[in-house]
């Protein structure tokens, strides 16, 4: 099964078969709403709307932990996540899609499934699926769309945009596009062995570029209205083309539990026994 998480502007995709709502409950609280599961393109899918119908959740509000603990209890193997963002160099142009593959998160919310008596620390130094991302690449590619492959995505709390410093900053510091939600998802599906790939929708030059007009909501939504469309497109694509997975996310867990099997509370085993369970057995 694959998942998508849609962000700002995507909270529905056409084309479902045998589509059905599933309500969850986990041990990190409520996801942003129900998952909605079927068909899409032969291939097991469920979707999921970050900010919830409506869009009601900040970034910072949005159940990140329930939304992929929720994915995990459905059985997703991979993840595409869709987001909006800022671009951070002239190269990239709004209504561009970027497939990053690094972050740089300055976030300060829940980004573990851990601690309560269990520790494990997995390797972040490649956070993106190399594999999924490949392959959302080439369709958009073949789609002719514009998009890039590779670059860092910063991400902030929001739900303000930047300043002028902080943006000529993050250029200072390397980063390509900027936005508010990626990096925790790409923690937590990596704690969850789950692959997991955002196409990131540009939709401004954030507030550093002197000659083109700083973000703005409306800028965002006006561009977005012609991103989304791209982005479900490619998604679609993608989902006709996947193979099995033949990377290593589904074991990035091995070996990375460092606390004593005899010292992990029971309740702690239990609460996330969908996602460590196999090791501790």
């Known amino acids: 099964m694959v998942g998508i998480l849609g962000g700002t502007g995507l909270y529905d995709i056409e084309g479902f078969k045998d589509r059905r709502e599933v309500r969850l409950r986990t041990p990190f609280g409520a996801p942003s709403g129900p998952y909605v599961v079927g068909t899409l393109g032969g ?122 410093a902080e943006s000529l900053a993050y250029r200072l510091w390397g980063a390509d596009i900027i936005g508010m939600t990626a990096a925790t998802e790409a923690k937590l599906c990596r704690e969850a062995e789950i692959c997991y790939a955002t196409l990131s929708l540009a939709t401004d030059y954030d507030v550093w570029h002197e000659t083109e007009e700083p973000v703005t909501v409306e800028l965002v939504l006006q561009n977005l209205s012609a991103n989304i469309a791209n982005a479900k497109a490619v998604i679609k694509k993608t989902l006709a083309a996947l193979s099995a997975p033949a990377c290593d996310c589904g074991s990035s867990l091995r070996n990375t539990i460092v606390t004593a099997p005899s010292a992990i509370p029971a309740a702690i085993r239990k609460k996330l026994g969908p996602i460590v369970g196999k090791y501790l057995r």
């Open 43 to 164: 291939r097991p899918v469920a979707f999921l709307a970050r900010h919830g119908r409506g869009h009601r959740l900040l970034p910072a509000e949005v159940p990140y932990r329930a939304n992929i603990f929720g994915f995990k209890k459905l059985g997703v193997e991979r993840i595409i996540s869709v987001n909006s963002v800022g671009s951070l160099r002239q190269e990239i142009a709004p209504r561009d899609i970027v497939l990053p593959a690094q972050f740089f998160d300055r976030t300060r919310r829940p980004n573990t499934f851990f601690g309560g008596g269990l520790v494990a620390h997995v390797s972040l130094g490649q956070p993106v699926c190399p594999e999924l991302a490949g392959v959302l690449y080439e369709k958009a590619i073949g789609l002719g769309l514009r998009a890039h492959r590779g670059g860092t995505y910063i991400c902030i709390d929001g739900p303000a945009f930047s300043t002028k």
